[in-house]
Nanobody, 113 residues
């Protein structure tokens, strides 16, 4: 089982990034995919959930972030627009089905001028 995030980097405030999370080793289409983030000295927080027809977002990112998934490619995406310095964090994707949960290794997003 593997979840590999990519697409992170450094961007100026107001900029955009698109994160990808490529999955392998399990039946991707059956899993609920969730994006989390963890800023320095802070707890990991939920950002966005993608269960196919159901999607939801944390209030802090609503209207700026969009999640999508391509089950044929076993990949989930997080489009991040209008980025703010407070969005700086390591972003993780997770896959969940019942009690089973997998995590990726994370990708760093830094928003700074």
């Amino acid at each position: 089982v593997q979840l590999v995030e990519s697409g992170g980097g450094m961007v100026q405030p107001g900029g955009s990034l698109r994160l990808s999370c490529a999955a392998s080793g399990f039946t991707f289409s059956s899993y609920v995919m969730t994006w989390f983030r963890q800023a320095p000295a802070k707890e990991r927080e939920w950002v966005a959930i993608n269960a196919g027809n159901y999607k939801n977002y944390a209030d802090s990112v609503k209207g700026r972030f969009t999640t999508s998934r391509d089950d044929a490619k076993s990949t989930v995406y997080l489009q991040m627009n209008s980025l703010k310095p407070e969005d700086t964090a390591v972003y993780y994707c997770s896959a969940a089905l019942g009690p089973t949960k997998y995590w990726g290794q994370g990708t760093q997003v830094t928003v700074s001028s």
